[in-house]
């Protein structure tokens, strides 16, 4: 007599439903992670064409405008009370922002997902 091997209905039934599980939440938290990439690329190219020392929240913002259209982000979770212009230790300026980003995920499930990026403003030389 033969014994059978191999997967059974209910066993694939299983791995079906995990497999669903994994990637059903992968479409929910890639699309977030994508905008802060392209948030992250933005504030980059940000920092890198300042070069004046002084740089304001609202110039960031415009500028980020100007970058969402050509960077592809859409995010309403970035206001100008989460960009800061700020000076560390060692003298230099960072352009921060830090935002929080709500996903619902199932029912009454949500992910709350943390962005923080600094980046270091390039400043002019003065001499």
Request: cysteine-free; charged content about 15%.
């Amino acid at each position: 007599m033969k014994r059978q091997s191999g997967i059974t209905l209910i066993g694939f039934v299983i791995i079906l439903i995990v497999a669903a599980f994994f990637v059903y939440t992968a479409m929910k938290l890639v699309p977030p992670y994508m905008d802060y990439l392209n948030v992250s690329k933005a504030l980059s190219t940000v920092a890198t064409q300042s070069t004046s020392g002084s740089l304001t929240v609202p110039e960031v913002q415009r500028a980020l405008q100007t970058q969402q259209i050509t960077q592809y982000f859409g995010d309403a979770d970035i206001a100008g009370n989460n960009i800061s212009v700020a000076t560390v230790p060692n003298g230099g300026t960072v352009l921060k922002l830090v935002y929080d980003k709500k996903v619902h995920w199932l029912y009454n499930i949500d992910f709350l997902i943390h962005f923080e990026k600094s980046v270091p403003l390039k400043l002019q030389s003065q001499g």
